[in-house]
């Protein structure tokens, strides 16, 4: 039987946790006082949380314990990325049972650790309680650039792009319900890139006009920046970058995938035409290919069109759905 | 039927929680991005997160949804106090089922609202997700004073102090399981007060050389700071304030939630003796009474002593224990 939670003894596992994330760089006390202690920051801070529940966003058995806490990390920095700023410091707090492994445990602290050092910022304390249904809620303090950026903003006109390719993670989760074990679907679902490199260089270089980060399914956030912004979104089907993973499918299911899946965590932005020359010498600093995808026009929603201008019929289901189990 | 968050639809139930908590003072952008913007500050920062979890550290039959909404806050707060902080800016991330009353979410987050604001801090953002518990998660961004104060200083000839009065909460609690309905030790349980005027007096005076907030008991919150330390403490039993609420107890019933109760959000701080006429002389910027319970001495753990300095036997159950289910 593996050493369970409850076994192992909640302060000498927390012991063991704080070895594993020692203070350095901007955490000045890390875990293990009442509150962690951050240097200050001249920059404006940006705040975000974001939750993972077992059998809603994740199945255990689909990744493991270090990738789970990778994870975690990831979808929150990706928010900070569609803000255009850069991660600090992560708190990390774990709801799981007491039969809950105390090694995975470790491993999951292992990922988020892992994740925020990746990009230069840190574990800094967290939380652990007791309860029926394992979860894992990451907040991340980051710093702001100078201006940054939001969903309010874009304005008629703006050209929309994409970074990446999109589809693949919700092509991933689709094979990992059907028992499927790995492939390259599932290996970019299991590790979500937050695209920081390009949030900060557009922030920075003042190219978004409007930012976002594809957690939903590109229908439903590009239609949170219209929402936002009073404006209404044209997207060019077939201009939309489909994940390599992709090829193998029929066309019906490609769109789907790739206008509707969500996780890809890439980011949607809008770009004044004013500012396309800049975009294009400022490219080889995102760390990442963008795509021309549509613009921005009057009036609400996201319409589709296709190669020949004519409009598409939009999926009817439109993007992931938080209230829905997995 | 009450309405819920599956009936309430996803979106129009946030748009309608960002009404609840416009931006404003330090929040630059509130909720309805994908991270809050909050101003840059000089001081340094302290993170902290805390979890609620039902059926763990509350029922939903013992509060109103309000007043744990509160109580997240105030937990969380109580963290930045016992680091002499100020609470600037809080995240809370619900997860709660589908079945869940939208009404009752509403309130959790008027709770948190109202809990930030008393305090001079704004609830900033936030998550929802679906799972089969309920829980809530606060995370906590607050300014720390020039010298925050940790575990892990104090040192032997320190003078221990605790604020308010002790066991009233855990009263609260026994009585709330048996089914009680509301007396004053309830209502100290439903609602905690996080000591922030204390704690930043004491760090702003530089008057505490260690401090911890009471939320797992009396013996265990000591003992972490003695660990902490390398110090062993002196307690004396019958100098710990009681709760005037726990007037009609047997003595020794009085005792076990005195020394072992927990939740009561109270700080226990260590002072230098060179420092206790100042200590004497700040008592009234502090909000609420200090009283001297013991000394920092040479050893390990928590002794304690009557008030003829025999030791006196430590508790079997020494505090409160994270993995126990209520």
Redesign the interface.
């Known amino acids: 039987m593996a050493e369970s939670?409850?076994d192992r003894g909640?302060r000498s596992l927390l012991d063991e946790i704080r070895r594993l994330v020692p203070s350095g760089g901007r955490v000045?006390?890390g875990p293990?006082?009442?509150?962690?202690?951050?240097?200050?920051?001249?920059?404006?801070?940006?705040?975000?949380?974001?939750?993972?529940?077992d059998?809603?966003?994740f199945r255990r058995t689909w990744l493991s314990a270090r990738a789970l806490g990778r994870r975690a990390f990831a979808v929150n920095a990706s928010?900070?990325a569609?803000?255009g700023?850069r991660p600090v410091?992560a708190?990390?707090?774990v709801?799981a049972s007491?039969r809950f492994p105390a090694a995975e445990l470790r491993d999951i602290v292992r990922g988020v650790r892992d994740g925020a050092r990746a990009v230069g910022a840190a574990l800094?304390?967290?939380?652990?309680?007791?309860?029926?249904?394992l979860?894992l809620?990451v907040?991340?303090?980051?710093e702001?650039p100078a201006r940054?950026i939001?969903?309010?903003t874009a304005r008629v006109g703006d050209q929309l792009f994409v970074t990446g390719a999109l589809g693949a993670a919700a092509l991933g989760v689709r094979r990992l319900r059907r028992g499927g074990a790995s492939d390259s679907a599932i290996a970019r679902w299991r590790r979500p890139i937050a695209r920081l490199r390009a949030g900060e260089s557009l922030a920075r270089r003042e190219l978004a006009t409007a930012?976002?980060?594809l957690s939903d399914g590109l229908l439903v956030d590009c239609d949170r920046i219209c929402v936002?912004s009073g404006v209404a979104a044209r997207v060019h089907v077939d201009c939309v970058p489909r994940a390599r993973a992709l090829a193998g499918l029929g066309a019906a299911a490609r769109r789907t995938l790739v206008l509707t899946g969500g996780e890809d965590y890439e980011l949607l932005f809008a770009v004044r035409t004013s500012r396309l020359d800049a975009l294009a010498r400022a490219r080889r600093t995102f760390g990442c290919p963008i795509t021309h995808i549509g613009e921005i026009v009057r009036g609400r929603g996201v319409q589709l069109v296709d190669d020949r201008g004519r409009i598409v019929p939009t999926p009817s289901r439109l993007g992931h759905?938080?209230?829905?189990?997995r």
């Open positions: 939670l409850a909640e000045l006390v293990g006082d009442d509150a962690a202690v951050v240097a200050s920051s001249r920059r404006p801070l940006l705040l975000t949380t974001d939750a993972l529940v059998g809603v966003h928010d900070i569609a803000m700023g410091a708190l990390l707090s709801v007491s800094a304390g967290g939380n652990l309680a007791h309860g029926r249904q979860s809620t907040a991340l303090l980051g702001a940054s939001g969903r309010q930012m976002i980060d936002a759905l938080h209230f829905r189990t």
